[in-house]
């Protein structure tokens, strides 16, 4: 059975990708976890081959995953850059994400209930435990995260789910022309709110590869 790995981005947590994951049945799930409600943060790969699925900034801190067994790359609502820069343009002004931060001491929860509503949830449900190092760390590293010059060395094996619509700017164009990119209206949310239309691409991109 096909093993896949998902990777959930900032603001969110393993249970992020339930409602895909019920669309998923004829795979293997792993699920690693970056802790920001309390959990133990986990990244405990596969041992055997393997498809990684990540979204948001999860799956740009997969793009740097150095596993030889890695099958391919599914990014959904990803990028390889989020903050702006002379030659991205459209990156988030890295101020956004310091304040971000310096607020998460302060007000955690509207800090998150507004990213969260940004995303896309228009009643956000906040879990009742906030890690604020951790949540803080995850922004850091989503502002230093260049993995541009990584792209590259997929080759071939990369694949770009994003949105026209997503809010998110810098995921508004997936991973560009070193990805095999799908286009898909619906917002920065697709593994949420178009569980059944991601699963379905999913699935077809894993059994057209493996059937070259």
């Known amino acids: 059975m096909t093993i896949l790995y998902f990777q959930h981005g900032w603001g969110y947590d393993a249970s992020f990708w339930t ?109 009742a435990t906030l890690d604020h190092d951790a949540l803080k760390a995850g922004l850091s590293a989503l502002a230093a995260m260049e993995h541009r010059p990584l792209l590259s060395r997929w080759k071939g094996r990369l694949h770009s789910l994003h949105s026209p619509d997503d809010p998110l700017s810098p995921a508004r164009n997936g991973l560009g022309l070193d990805a095999a990119s799908i286009s898909l209206p619906g917002g920065h949310l697709l593994p949420c709110t178009h569980p059944q239309d991601c699963a379905a691409l999913l699935t077809r991109i894993i059994r057209n590869t493996s059937a070259v």
Not at 66 to 74: E, F, N, R, S
């Open 19 to 127: 409602p895909l994951r019920n669309h998923l049945r004829d795979f293997q799930h792993v699920c690693g976890e970056a802790g920001y409600f309390g959990a133990e943060a986990r990244s405990d790969l596969p041992q055997d081959p393997f498809w990684a699925v990540g979204h948001s900034a999860g799956a740009c801190s997969l793009l740097a995953l150095d596993a030889p067994h890695c099958l391919g790359l599914i990014s959904i609502n990803g990028f390889a850059r989020f903050t702006r820069t002379e030659n991205f343009p459209e990156g988030v002004p890295e101020r956004i994400l310091h304040r971000m931060i310096r607020q998460l001491d302060r007000q955690p929860e509207p800090v998150l209930h507004q990213f969260r509503q940004m995303c896309g949830e228009a009643d956000p449900a906040l879990p």
